[in-house]
Nanobody
Framework: QVQLVESGGDSAQVGGSLRLSCVYSEYTYSSYCMGWFRQAPGKEREEVAAIDSDGPTSYADSVKGRFTISQDNRKNTLYLQMNNLKPEDTAVYYC????????????????WGQGTQVAVSS
């Protein structure tokens, strides 16, 4: 069973930065691609960014150029660096582990963390 535990959610001002972390079970990185999703109040969960174990990444258009996904396999930790935050980035952010990397995307998401809240205000 893969375990994912997020942290780093906080309140920030427009234009500010936050870094989210997700600690995962040992060896998760070698078996799954991983990513971040978010869900704002009244909206569906959306994929924000994903990364494969070999390094390729993908981003939602809404965060390209502002967010960066990375992972440190020595620390079993996935990161999401969020810069130039906007009010529309306010959401609960979830870490996830998927099945396969195919045509530039991580597919068949299988495991989810509990989420961490990000609130951006002006």
């Amino acid at each position: 069973q893969v375990q994912l535990v997020e942290s780093g959610g906080d309140s920030a001002q427009v234009g500010g930065s936050l870094r989210l972390s997700c600690v995962y079970s040992e060896y998760t990185y070698s078996s799954y691609c991983m990513g971040w999703f978010r869900q704002a109040p009244g909206k569906e969960r959306e994929e924000v960014a994903a990364i494969d174990s070999d390094g390729p990444t993908s981003y939602a258009d809404s965060v390209k150029g502002r967010f960066t996904i990375s992972q440190d396999n020595r620390k079993n930790t996935l990161y999401l660096q969020m810069n130039n935050l906007k009010p529309e980035d306010t959401a609960v952010y979830y870490c996830a582990a998927g099945g396969i990397w195919y045509r530039g995307r991580c597919l068949q998401w299988k495991y989810w963390g509990q989420g961490t809240q990000v609130a951006v205000s002006s």
